[in-house]
């Protein structure tokens, strides 16, 4: 399972935002996972699907499914394994490359302004979401 604080404070670390991280993995634990997951992604749940298994197939990640004895709600954990880290760094440079790109003429109040507008668009995203 994830260790939520380490991963909040490698994300601070790296500069992102960790109550991003809070939401997600809230928004993820519950039991419709693949539902949530795949609204999340903005893709098919087949693709979702698809996409899961190929990471599987990849030595990327391992997934548990299991039943919450009391309830029987599905639960569905998903494991980062250490095939990954190397793919999560290129990713992490490439974003910051693309970032970089991204703003590069921006003026500090425009990018400023920018991460506002971003923070206020996800938190209204967040309420249509819960």
């Known amino acids: 399972m994830f260790n939520v604080d380490k991963i909040k404070k490698e994300l601070e670390s790296r500069g992102l935002d960790a109550n991003s991280f809070d939401y997600l993995y809230n928004y993820l634990k519950s039991n419709d996972l693949l539902d949530k997951l795949s609204d999340y992604t903005n893709m098919t749940r087949r693709s979702l699907s698809l996409h899961l298994q190929k990471l599987m197939a990849k030595g990327y990640i391992r997934i548990q499914e299991s039943r919450e004895k ?33 703003y590069q003429s921006f003026s500090e109040d425009e990018l400023l302004q920018y991460a506002y507008l971003t923070e206020k668009i996800k938190k209204n995203m967040q309420k249509v979401l819960q």
């Open 70 to 102: 009391k309830t029987q709600d599905r639960r569905i954990t998903v494991w980062m394994l250490p095939e990954a880290a190397q793919v999560e760094e290129a990713l992490v440079n490439v974003q910051r490359e693309y970032d970089e790109t991204r």
